[in-house]
C-alpha cells in the first residue's frame, strides 16, 4: 500500500525519519487534454507513479501539487494556469517545510512534461544550495527515451497516445476514447527531446495558436490518440515505475 503523508500522524512521520529521508512529491497540471482525456490527467499519471514506486519501496509520498505552468491551454474551460513565479514559490516552501523535519532527498515526479520543467529546476537549484538537501526530478519523458525505441508511440503531442495508452491502463474509466481524433501538424523544426533530427528547445504555444487548433479540428490535441493502447500503457507504465525504484533505492 502506498504511504501518502497527509494519511499520516505526525508520531508516525517521526517515526520514519528515524529511518528514512527520502519523500516523492508528485507535480502535475490542471488542464485541457482533448476530448477523451481528463483535466487532470498529468497530476493523475504523476500520481500512480509515485504509489506504485512506494508500494514496493515504502518511500512516503507528499501530497501532489495539482496546478502547473498552462498557460497554452486557456483555451479550454476547466484549465488552470498558474504562473511560474508562484509555483517556484509553492514548491520551494514545500520542500523548505519538510526538510525542517528532516526529510533530505527530494524526488519530484514531473507529470506535465516539458513546460513544468524549467519551474521546476530553478526550485530544485536553490532548494540544494540554499537548504542542503538533495533533490531529483524524474521527468517521465525523459526516463523513456529507450522505450520509445521499441514501443510504437506515436509523435510527441498533447493528449497524444503516450499519454492515453497510459491513462487508459491505470484510469481506464477516465477516458472516451471514441472521442479521440489525431492530429499531427507539419513541422519544419521540432521542439522535441524524442525527435532524433535537430531540435528547438521548448517554448509553451500561446493560446491564440491553440485555438487555430481547436477552430481547424475540433479539439485541442497535437499527437495520434486514436492509436492509444492500454497495452502499450502498461509497459511505458511498468518501465517507468522500475526506473523509479531503482531511483530510490540508489539514493537511500
Given at each position: 500500500?502506498?504511504?501518502?503523508?497527509?494519511?499520516?500522524?505526525?508520531?508516525?512521520?517521526?517515526?520514519?525519519?528515524?529511518?528514512?529521508?527520502?519523500?516523492?512529491?508528485?507535480?502535475?497540471?490542471?488542464?485541457?487534454?482533448?476530448?477523451?482525456?481528463?483535466?487532470?490527467?498529468?497530476s493523475l499519471l504523476a500520481i500512480a507513479l509515485a504509489e506504485d514506486a512506494s508500494e514496493r519501496t515504502g518511500v512516503l509520498v507528499a501530497p501532489p501539487i495539482w496546478y502547473g505552468w498552462s498557460p497554452h491551454h486557456m483555451v479550454a474551460p476547466g484549465t488552470v494556469s498558474v504562473r511560474p513565479e508562484v509555483l517556484i514559490e509553492l514548491l520551494y516552501d514545500v520542500i523548505r517545510s519538510l526538510s525542517k523535519h528532516g526529510f533530505?532527498?527530494?524526488?519530484?515526479?514531473?507529470?506535465?512534461?516539458?513546460?513544468?520543467?524549467?519551474?521546476?529546476?530553478?526550485?530544485?537549484?536553490?532548494?540544494?544550495?540554499?537548504?542542503?538537501i538533495s533533490v531529483f526530478i524524474f521527468d517521465p519523458l525523459y526516463m523513456s527515451l529507450?522505450?520509445?525505441?521499441?514501443?510504437?508511440?506515436?509523435?510527441?503531442?498533447?493528449?497524444?497516445?503516450?499519454?492515453?495508452?497510459?491513462?487508459?491502463?491505470?484510469?481506464?474509466?477516465?477516458?472516451?476514447?471514441?472521442?479521440?481524433?489525431?492530429?499531427?501538424?507539419?513541422?519544419?523544426?521540432?521542439?522535441?527531446?524524442?525527435?532524433?533530427?535537430?531540435?528547438?528547445?521548448?517554448?509553451?504555444?500561446?493560446?491564440?495558436?491553440?485555438?487555430?487548433?481547436?477552430?481547424?479540428t475540433g479539439d485541442t490535441i497535437i499527437g495520434t490518440p486514436e492509436k492509444s493502447d492500454p497495452s502499450k500503457g502498461k509497459v511505458y507504465h511498468e518501465h517507468l515505475v522500475d526506473r523509479l525504484v531503482q531511483l530510490l533505492q540508489s539514493i537511500k
Open positions: 500500500m502506498a504511504r501518502w503523508l497527509h494519511e499520516m500522524r505526525w508520531p508516525d512521520v517521526e517515526e520514519y525519519l528515524r529511518e528514512d529521508d527520502r519523500i516523492m512529491i508528485p507535480l502535475g497540471s490542471t488542464e485541457q487534454h482533448g476530448r477523451h482525456a481528463p483535466l487532470g490527467t498529468d533530505r532527498k527530494f524526488v519530484l515526479i514531473n507529470g506535465h512534461r516539458l513546460a513544468n520543467l524549467p519551474w521546476i529546476q530553478i526550485t530544485s537549484e536553490r532548494a540544494q544550495r540554499e537548504l542542503k529507450d522505450l520509445r525505441k521499441r514501443v510504437d508511440f506515436g509523435p510527441f503531442g498533447h493528449g497524444d497516445d503516450m499519454e492515453t495508452s497510459h491513462l487508459m491502463y491505470k484510469f481506464p474509466e477516465l477516458v472516451r476514447i471514441e472521442e479521440a481524433k489525431d492530429y499531427v501538424p507539419e513541422r519544419v523544426v521540432y521542439a522535441d527531446p524524442i525527435e532524433p533530427k535537430d531540435t528547438l528547445c521548448y517554448i509553451p504555444s500561446t493560446e491564440e495558436r491553440m485555438m487555430e487548433i481547436r477552430e481547424l
